[in-house]
């Protein structure tokens, strides 16, 4: 648990202003170097993807060990998930496309989960009927990110607990109540389903191993708030004969109110889900917190700071790949060229623009969702 007075990163609660470094030290997990970076470019056929480049994933357990073997010709596979929520908002959409980006440059599989039981297990109002309602909008918006579906599966966790659960025994037997007091803060006033719940996040990190019948690396890419339950996970694979998952974490994409909050699906005006009318997404923008000054003629003469601008944010989170131009903006933003209200208005465009695209793509995606969940 990473409780430190200034911010709080846990599976279910994240907030105040994030100290990625303290974090990492506190996780013991691993920076991205430069080396990494230069040897995932190589492997990844000679391109590196802006979130690498921009050090937004910049933290991972074990990922040498992952491309060793791959450079062996023993490929892992992807694991990711969500904790599915009535909306998807874009913040989520960073490790999906970092996730799509892998399987494509690298041509592996992917299991994706659906943890409808943890969301109904952690959310007191929610139905489970809700959550799984909320499992089949949300892979929606998993599948509008383009993922093949030839080489990807998607679990919902109450739809395929016959695959998991035996599993999911396995390590649950070897997870005792202290150390999952030790690392999510649970007390006794903790529903019993939520202590169990990790055992259900682990096993698609198993599986391709379990499946194969012969050890497969599992790559997980997830905001760093998961980083617990894999700590769990990792730990209990060799004990059980598996190969530790290895990870690659993100940071997280600030809240349009400012870099002291994540976007959170429980925030309506703060936050920009994919399903929102792309006209009110752009409102949201030209609402949202700034680097910006009191009035223009000082931000003319002093300059902003994108660092802590929202907009400058979402820019850098998604929507300017272009290093270069990003790198300008920044700058004419820093030295007073570039007031708030353009930036905003750059940025409403290119929102509103995805929006549209995004939405066409979720639409197209459904017969196909139906389909899965009439079978399953
Ligand atoms: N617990 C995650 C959430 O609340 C969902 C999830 C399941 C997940 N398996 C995962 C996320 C693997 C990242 C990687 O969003």
């Excluded at 690498?52 to 992807?78: A, C, I, Q, T």
């Excluded at 035996?166 to 006033?189: E, M, Q, R, W």
């Amino acid at each position: 648990m990473a409780k430190k007075g200034e911010f709080t990163v846990t599976p279910w609660e994240v907030s105040g202003n994030v100290d990625y470094d303290l974090l990492i030290k506190d996780f013991g997990s691993q920076r991205i170097d430069e080396p990494l970076r230069q040897r995932i470019k190589k492997l990844a056929g000679g391109e590196l993807h802006y979130m690498l480049r921009r050090d937004l994933f910049f933290s991972h357990r074990d990922l040498p060990w992952v491309l060793d073997e791959y450079e062996k010709g023993n490929k892992f596979s992807l694991y990711t998930g969500r904790g599915p929520s009535e909306h998807t908002h874009i913040g989520h959409l960073v490790p999906w496309f970092f996730t799509k980006w892998l399987q494509d440059k690298f041509n592996v599989p992917l299991l994706f989960q659906f943890t409808d039981d943890e969301k109904y297990l952690f959310k007191d109002k929610l139905t489970r009927k809700d959550t799984l309602e909320f499992s089949k909008e949300n892979m929606l918006d998993v599948l509008a990110v383009g993922f093949d579906p030839k080489k990807t599966r998607m679990i919902v966790d109450t739809k395929e607990i016959a695959t998991l659960y035996p599993h999911a025994l396995d390590v649950a037997k070897k997870v005792t109540f202290s150390t999952a007091k030790a690392v999510f803060g649970f007390t006794n006033d903790t529903n019993i389903g939520s202590i169990f719940f990790t055992s259900i996040q682990s096993v698609p990190a198993f599986l391709p191993t379990i499946e194969k019948g012969k050890p497969v690396p599992v790559l997980i890419p997830c905001a760093i708030d998961q980083d617990p339950h894999f700590r769990v996970t990792r730990d209990v694979a060799p004990r059980l004969g598996y190969p530790k998952p290895a990870m690659l974490h993100c940071r997280f994409v600030p809240a349009l109110l400012g870099p002291q909050s994540k976007m959170s699906a429980s925030d309506p005006v703060n936050t920009i889900f994919t399903t929102d009318a792309p006209e009110e997404a752009a409102k949201k923008v030209m609402r949202a917190f700034t680097g910006g000054r009191a009035t223009v003629a000082e931000q003319r003469e002093k300059g902003g700071n994108p660092d802590i601008c929202s907009v400058c944010q979402y820019l850098n989170f998604l929507f300017e790949p272009d290093d270069k131009k990003l790198k300008e903006r920044f700058e004419d933003y820093r030295n007073g060229k570039i007031l708030d209200g353009e930036n905003k208005a750059y940025l409403a465009e290119k929102v509103k623009a995805f929006l549209k695209e995004h939405q066409r793509k979720r639409e197209q995606a459904r017969p196909l969702v139906e389909k899965l969940f009439e079978e399953k």
